[in-house]
């Protein structure tokens, strides 16, 4: 079996996989990061999204073999310290999940929203970028609320 | 997803004689169509060979003289985000940007939708509206005449889509009606004008792809002006039904997704 390596939240990883595995599997099953979801495996949900490279991606479509060399960031790799990062606290403070199945991807989309687009997000702007993640639980109202304090904590 | 096996290369050229070698190969770019595709088992290609560590090579995006040239690796969040397109071509920047979400946007290219042809893309409405030429390891082919049919193209076995040049209109705006799930144009409308000639494509509603709406040419060509479309509209016949819109529906968008369009390439 093809053998891939890359650094995941900070260390690096590697392992010798079947070349059909997708990054989501790579982390779930062979690292045991299992905070990444899958929620519909087709692209839609967003509950797999991960950093790779600095940038918000859908883990269930690409490849890991893609990935050879690649940083990647997953939810265990926010926190710092034992401390919530302040997008995962803002979440907390805002009840702004009910089941929590989404969650992850959330916070990964949101803190990737910040580095777009800075720290001062409208409601507008907040809904628009979410729209690759699907909540069935909350309404999204409190994810809202949760992004936009989570962006200002962000800067502090 | 059924097995392949795996390679990885670095340049164009590389890219090619590989796929020489295995006929049954698939080229991948972002994946964004083609994981999927392979997933639900519609696609089973031998052997995959993947262009990403290419991406150095393959993308970027340069203005030269009167063209934008865009790199087959270029993703669609670097085309949205570019000031030289913006600056050139408006249109095509908030196209890059309408297309699915910001992850898919951040990892799709403009060369793999290009080359999958989907009846419902937004990018082969851009190419067919710009007059945009398709460039490839083997030939230049204008997008008359790449866009063949349903998910197929002038492509042949093994050739692989090295760059999109984009000739400068002097006004051009794109519209579409997204389908609400899955954000692909339910009708998207490119319209450009470059000196007298007018373009006008569709995307979304044809049953064979993407296509000029040759009425809406000739009218906009006498005026490039909203009200030389009074009267206009589009012929329901071969067009897409489905449960989202039917082909009567379709054809009414195609109406309004134009005129929407021209008033915003007149600034308006």
Known sequence: ?156 | MYQFTYHRVDSARKAANLAEKNEDAKFLAGGMTLLPTMKQRLASPSALIDLNPASEKLAGIEVKGRNVHIGAMTRHYDVANSKDVQEAIPALAELAGMIGDPAVRHRGTIGGSVANNDPAADYPSACLALNATIHTNKRKISADEFFTGLFETALEPGELITKIVFPVPSKAAYMKFPNPASRYAMVGVFVAKKGKDVRVAVTGAGSSGVFRAGKFEAALTAKFHVKALEGVSASAEGLNSDIHADAAYRAHLIGVMARRAVNKANGK
């Open chain 1, 1 to 156: 079996m093809p053998k891939v390596s890359m650094t995941v939240n900070g260390k690096e990883v590697s392992g010798n996989i079947d070349s059909r595995t997708l990054l989501v599997q790579f982390l779930r099953d062979t690292l045991r990061l299992t905070g990444t979801h899958v929620g519909c495996d087709t692209s839609q949900c967003g509950c797999c999204v991960v950093h790779v490279d600095g940038k918000a991606l859908k883990s269930c479509t690409v490849l890991a073999l893609t990935l050879e060399g690649a940083n990647v960031t997953t939810i265990e790799g926010l926190a710092t310290d034992g401390k919530l990062h302040p997008m995962q606290e803002a979440f907390r403070e805002n009840h702004a999940l009910q089941c929590g199945f989404c969650t992850p991807g959330m916070i990964m989309t949101s803190v990737d929203i910040v580095n777009r687009k800075g720290n001062k997000l409208d409601e507008q702007t907040i809904r628009h970028e979410l729209e690759g993640n699907l909540c069935r639980c909350t309404g999204y109202h409190n994810i809202v609320k949760a992004v936009a304090a989570g962006a200002e904590a962000m800067a502090k």
